[in-house]
C-alpha cells in the first residue's frame, strides 16, 4: 500500500496549516444571528476547498437554517462509497477574557493551533478534504467513491441537515459514513467510538398563582410554582441517580460482557477522573455500575437548568407565579425516544403537585446509536489507525449524542465510523479550544490510508 | 369629644390632595441607585412637612444607607407619648408598560389616587403629619406627646432605622407607637392588626464540579448541583406544606381559641381568596388549619427564587457548577430565630447530596411580633375606629413581617398600633397601586381622635 499521500502530507505541512488557519477566522457562530454572514462565509469556503480538492457537483444547498455544503466524487465503479461529515460552526467564544489569545486569530503554541473551532470541528472536517487532495495528487484519481455533506447547525440542533437526509436518501446513498468529531481515549491511542447515547431535551413549566404574590400575605395557602418545580424533579431520581419513572429501565440493552472487559483495560483511574475532570468532592451514579458504564451505557436524567422567581442580590419575599427547568433524558440501545416521552408525560400529570401545572414541551428527541464493531469499515478503520499509531485500536462509548449519526442509520441504512483525532483536553465550547498540529497531519494520513484500504477489499 | 378635626380635614380635601400628590411625584425609589437624590428630596420634604405641621427638634439624619427623619412635640405633661412611624421611599415601578398613568404622575381617578407609593406608604404616613397639623390648627396645641420616626429603607430591608433604634432608646422612648402601613380587612371595615409574621431570609448555594460539564460525557457519574438543590429543598417540607427540619414546630404558640373564633367572623370565603386573589387551580397547605391560620399563624419554608445552569431558548447539555435558591422561613409566636437558624444549618449538612457543597447565608432574621388586644392604646384605637367607619373594629393578624415593630417591641419596649387605612387591592408593589381617597381623609380624622382620645384617658 503506497505511502505516498503522508509524504505528500508531510511536504506540505506549512500550506496545509495556513488553509486551515484561514478557515478559523472566519468567526461562524451558528448561534448568534449577527454572524449570519460569517456562517455563510464559511460555507463558501468549504464549498471552494471541495471543489479545489476534486470533488464535483459542489452546491451549497439554502435551507430553513444555514446552508448545508455538498460535494462528490464517484469514479470508482464496484468501490464502495463514503459519506464524509463535518461541520463549519462553531460555539461562541466567551468568556473571551479567559482566552490567551483572540478565539478567532489562530495561534500555534507548544504544538496545538488554538483556536474556536479548531478541534470542533472545523480542524477535523478539513482532514477529509485534504486527504482526498493528498490522495488525487499523489495517485490523480481516488479509491473509493465519495461524497461529502457539511453542515452549519450542529451547535444549534442540526435541524436542517436532519431533514435534509430524510429528504435525500437516494442522492445520499453511501456505504457508510465518515465522522471525525469524537476524540481519542487518550493521547496515541487510536479510538474508534461505536456508540452514542440518545436524547430527549425537554423543558417543564410549572405554573400557579395568576401573578407574583406576597409571601407573607399569602404564604401557607398557595402554591408556589418553584417548589412544585422541585418536588416534581425530585421525583425523577433518587440519590444514587437512579431514574424513578416507571418502566424508563424495561427496553435497556446493557452492554455485552466482552465489551465491558474491553472498557476496563482501558487507561482510566476514576481518582484522576474525578481531580482532573470533575473537580467535585465525589462523583456520583448508580451503585453496582462502573464509572465509565454509568456516563457511556447507562440512561440518566438532568436538570440542565432551573429558574423561577426572584434571583437577584438580597432580599424579595415572593411566591413567583411560575418556573421552568431544562431537564433530558439520555438513552441508551434499545430504548425508544417515543415510549419513554409519553412514560415521562403521564409520570408528570401524576405527580404534578396540588395547585401546580405542569406543561412539558419536548424540544428533541433521538434514539442512542451503536456500530457493530466488526463492521467491515469499521475494522478497516481500525486497521489503519492502528498502523498510523502502533498500537491496537480501542473501541469505545461516548455519553454524547451525535443526532446526524442517528439519520444515517435511519433514513440510509448504514453505519458511521466515528474516527476523531482529539483529545480530551481539547477544550470544545470552552476558552483555548485547540487541537495538535501532529493529530491534524496525522488524520489526513490515517484516513489516506482508511479510503485506500477501503477501496482495497 | 371635638370632631371640628373633622371639619379642618373637609374644609381642606383639595390642599390635602394636593399636597399628597407633591409627595408622591417625587421617585424615592429606594433600591436603584440612581434615584439617591430623589431619595434625599423625599428625606427633606418629610422633614418640611413635619416643620410645618408644628414638630420641633426636626432632623434628617444621615446613615450608612437612606436619611431617617425625626421630629417631636413634647409639650403635654403627664400625657402619653406616641412614636408615629412610616416610610417615604418606595419600590420600582416596573413593568411601567402596565400602568394607566405614568407611576410618578398621581392621577385621581374612580375617587382613588394612582400612583406608586400612594397607600405602600406615603399615603398612609402623611396622614399622621395631617392629623397633627388638624389638632394643631383646631386646638393651637397636641392632646398627647409626640415623636416621628420616619425611614427611606422600608422596601430594602430597613438596616439603618433597625440600628438607629437599638442605639436611641432615651431619644425614642414612647408609651405606644402608631403604625399605619397596613390594610383594612375589607372596604368599611376597621381593623387592627395585632399580629406579624416573623421572618429568616435565606440564600443557599450549591457547588458541585469545578466547572460547567456536558451531560453527555459526564451525566451518570458528575454530582449535578441544581439537583443537589432540589433533592434537599424536596426535603424541607413535604407535599402538604408541613416543615420536615426536626424541631422546627417546638415553640409554636397556637393562637389563643378566642382569637381563632374571632378569625371565624371575618368575612373570609375560601372560593374568593383562591379566584380573586391568589388565582390558582387550588390552595395548599397544612391539613386541619384554616386558611387564615395557615397564612398568619403557621410557620412556613418557601422557596422564593431559584437559579442555575442553561435557561436561555432552546437547548445546552450542560451539569452546570453551581446553582443558588433564594428561601425562607415565616416564624409565629414563641419560635426564636436564633433557634431556628441553627436547625436549619444542620438539617443542610445532614441532607447535603454527596458531591455538592452547601452554603447556607442568612440574609436577615427577626421574630414574630403580638400586640396585646387588651393594651388600653390599642383598645383606644379601636374605638376611635369603630366610631369613625361604624362598624366594631376587628383584630386580625398578618402573615408579613414588618421588622420595625419587632424593633419597637424589642429596644423600646413599647406596642404598635397596626393601624392602616389600605385596602386589600390596592396592588403595593404593583403596577397602578392606588390609595382610596375617602380613606385618606378619613385616616387623618381617625387619627386625630385617636391622638385625643389617648390624650383624654
Not at 466482552?258 to 487507561?267: C, D, F, N
Not at 433524558?329 to 401545572?357: E, M, S, Y
Not at 489507525?385 to 462509548?397: A, Y
Not at 453505519?415 to 476558552?431: A, C, E, I, K, R
Request: include cysteine.
Amino acid at each position: 500500500m503506497s505511502r505516498a499521500t503522508d509524504t505528500f502530507v508531510e511536504q506540505n505541512q506549512t500550506r496545509l496549516l495556513e488553509e486551515l488557519q484561514d478557515f478559523l477566522r472566519i468567526p461562524s457562530i451558528s448561534t448568534l444571528p449577527e454572524h449570519k454572514p460569517d456562517v455563510e462565509r464559511a460555507a463558501r469556503f468549504v464549498a471552494d476547498s471541495l471543489s479545489r480538492a476534486g470533488l464535483e457537483h459542489v452546491e451549497i444547498i439554502p435551507t430553513a437554517g444555514n446552508p448545508l455544503v455538498y460535494g462528490d466524487w464517484l469514479h470508482a465503479p464496484g468501490k464502495p462509497t463514503v459519506l464524509c461529515y463535518g461541520h463549519y460552526d462553531v460555539q461562541p467564544p466567551d468568556p473571551l477574557e479567559l482566552w490567551r489569545n483572540p478565539p478567532f486569530e489562530p495561534t500555534v503554541r507548544d504544538g496545538n493551533i488554538y483556536a474556536r473551532g479548531s478541534a470542533d470541528d472545523k480542524g477535523q472536517m478539513y482532514m477529509h478534504v485534504k486527504a482526498v487532495e493528498a490522495l488525487r495528487a499523489v495517485n490523480g484519481t481516488l479509491p473509493v467513491n465519495l461524497k461529502f455533506l457539511i453542515e452549519g447547525e450542529e451547535e444549534v440542533g442540526g435541524a436542517s441537515i436532519s431533514k435534509y437526509v430524510a429528504g435525500n436518501r437516494a442522492k445520499l446513498k453511501a456505504d457508510v459514513a465518515l465522522v471525525s468529531d469524537t476524540p481519542l481515549y487518550a493521547e496515541g491511542l487510536p479510538t474508534l467510538c461505536i456508540g452514542l447515547r440518545g436524547l430527549i431535551y425537554m423543558e417543564l413549566e410549572a405554573t400557579g398563582p395568576s401573578r407574583d404574590l406576597h409571601s407573607g400575605l399569602y404564604g401557607g395557602a398557595s402554591p408556589n410554582p418553584v417548589f412544585g418545580l422541585i418536588e416534581l424533579l425530585a421525583k425523577c431520581k433518587d440519590s444514587s441517580g437512579r431514574i424513578l419513572v416507571p418502566g424508563i429501565y424495561d427496553d435497556v440493552a446493557p452492554p455485552a460482557p466482552a465489551e465491558k472487559e474491553s472498557w476496563q483495560r482501558l487507561p482510566f483511574r476514576e481518582a484522576d477522573f474525578l481531580a482532573d475532570e470533575v473537580g467535585a468532592s465525589a462523583l456520583t451514579g448508580e451503585p453496582g455500575f462502573p464509572v465509565l458504564e454509568r456516563i457511556w451505557a447507562r440512561p440518566t436524567f438532568e436538570v440542565h437548568g432551573i429558574a423561577g422567581g426572584f434571583t437577584g442580590a438580597g432580599a424579595k419575599t415572593v411566591i413567583p407565579s411560575k418556573a421552568t427547568a431544562k431537564v433530558s433524558f439520555r438513552l441508551v440501545p434499545n430504548q425508544d425516544p417515543q415510549k419513554i416521552i409519553p412514560l415521562f408525560r403521564d409520570f408528570v400529570t401524576r405527580h404534578a403537585p396540588a395547585g401546580v401545572r405542569m406543561e412539558l414541551r419536548v424540544l428533541s428527541a433521538a434514539p442512542a446509536v451503536m456500530v457493530n464493531p466488526d463492521h467491515p469499515a469499521i475494522q478497516t478503520a481500525a486497521r489503519a489507525f492502528s498502523d498510523m499509531l502502533g498500537k491496537p485500536t480501542v473501541f469505545i462509548r461516548n455519553g454524547a449524542s451525535i443526532p446526524v449519526v442517528g439519520d444515517f442509520a435511519t433514513h440510509l441504512g448504514i453505519p458511521s465510523v466515528l474516527m476523531g483525532f482529539g483529545l480530551p483536553d481539547d477544550g470544545l465550547h470552552s476558552p483555548n479550544e485547540k487541537y495538535n498540529l501532529q493529530n491534524y497531519y496525522r488524520g489526513i494520513m490515517t484516513i489516506a490510508h482508511f479510503f485506500e484500504e477501503l477501496g482495497a477489499r
